[in-house]
């Protein structure tokens, strides 16, 4: 069954600092990886995915995600954190055959505070 | 629309009361997925509309839930005889198709509350 990981419940880093959200992956095939970032009283929104291709790939708001086979990983990334970047943030990786195809499987969050 | 629209934002119902909760999903899309977030969790995955038939109902915890798509479109979640551990909140979201790579799109998400 697929499942990801992130091991850190919270994440604290100062405003301008590079920050890294950290997720985990355990798949059958071909991985399909997302980040979804949810705001207080807001639904999930969409930041980026890895399917196939380059091992880094950018998404919304300045942030990126780097894809590492070797160590199933897939970590969310932004050169310098914003204020506004404080928020929770999901991986999910994407159920890619059978019976559950389409599922998608989520961490259980990693929140996200930056300081001003 | 513009987006995935749930109805209501807020359910407040009384334990063993039937609720009925509405997701209409991003015109054209033909995938529409239900998830449960319960506090401090991750959504979890309830049941999966291809068209208008159920690919995938795995996720439901029980006979309690249940949920339709009549017209490939529209999608209500009905819960019969709630109780406290319902509640949650209850996320919708729809993708083109059955395509791998494309995202689902996620509405706001209804809090149902049993007390």
């Known amino acids: 069954a697929q499942s990801v990981a992130q091991p850190e419940d919270q994440v604290n880093v100062a405003e301008g600092n590079p920050l890294t959200v950290k997720c985990t992956y355990s798949?059958?095939?071909?991985?399909?990886l997302f980040w979804y970032v949810q705001y207080p009283n807001r639904g999930l929104q969409f930041l980026l995915k890895y399917i196939t291709g380059d091992n880094l790939v950018k998404g919304s708001y300045g942030f990126e995600a780097e894809f590492n086979k070797s160590q199933t990983s897939f970590h969310l990334k932004k050169p310098s954190a914003l204020v506004s970047d404080s928020a929770l943030y999901f991986c999910a990786v994407r159920d890619n055959g059978g019976s559950t195809l389409g599922r998608l499987y989520f961490g259980r969050g990693t929140q996200l505070t930056v300081w001003p | 629309g513009a987006g995935v629209s749930q109805t209501p934002s807020n359910k407040v119902t009384e334990k063993g009361k039937y609720v009925e909760l509405r997701c209409d999903p991003i015109?054209?899309?033909?995938?529409l997925y239900w998830y449960r977030q319960s506090l401090g969790q991750g959504p979890e995955f309830l049941i999966y509309f291809q068209g208008t038939g159920a690919a995938d109902d795995s996720g439901l915890p029980n006979d309690r839930f249940f949920a339709v798509r009549p017209e490939g479109s529209v999608s209500t979640l009905k819960i019969q005889r709630t109780e406290r551990g319902d509640s949650a909140v209850y996320l919708c979201?729809?993708?083109?198709?059955?395509?791998?790579?494309?995202?689902?799109?996620f509405g706001q998400g209804t809090r149902l509350t049993v007390v």
């Open positions: 015109s054209g899309h033909t995938a």
């Open positions: 798949v059958s095939g071909n991985p399909y």
């Open positions: 979201a729809s993708s083109l198709g059955q395509i791998m790579n494309t995202e689902a799109f």
